[in-house]
């Protein structure tokens, strides 16, 4: 199943794992993880046709963000950007199909501390 074109996983060993990046204005940057739990999890799997959700290891996302550690990824493109976040607060019911469908804080530009 294709990725949705707003939607991905970069710097992961395949398509299903890696933090969560979004794509607005062109550019591709992560999503701040502080309530990002199971449900969200659940739905962002769906949405890239990922099956069932595996619990990270604790290493593999500093500060338990979905976004994980600033740095770059091979998809990346000069425009995009590493380390920055898109959005935060993603609350899901864990039914919906597409984290669009999540309650969420506003879009903009910022660092996720």
């Known amino acids: ?11 992961g060993r395949h398509r299903c794992q ?4 979004l794509l607005h204005l062109g550019r591709w940057a992560g999503l701040c993880g502080h309530t990002w739990g199971p449900r969200e999890a659940q739905v962002l799997c769906r949405a890239l046709g990922c099956g069932t959700p595996l619990e990270a ?3 593999a996302a500093p500060g338990g963000s979905p976004g994980g550690s600033p740095g770059g990824s091979p998809e990346d ?3 995009d950007t590493p380390g920055q976040v898109w959005l935060e ?7 919906e199909k597409d984290l669009r469908q999540c309650r969420a804080g506003p879009w903009r530009e910022r660092t996720c501390g």
């Open 1 to 11: 199943q294709p990725e949705p074109p707003h939607l991905r996983l970069a710097g």
């Open 18 to 21: 890696g933090r969560v990046e």
């Open 57 to 59: 290891p604790p290493t």
């Open 77 to 79: 493109t000069p425009e």
């Open 89 to 95: 607060q993603v609350s899901c019911q864990g039914t």
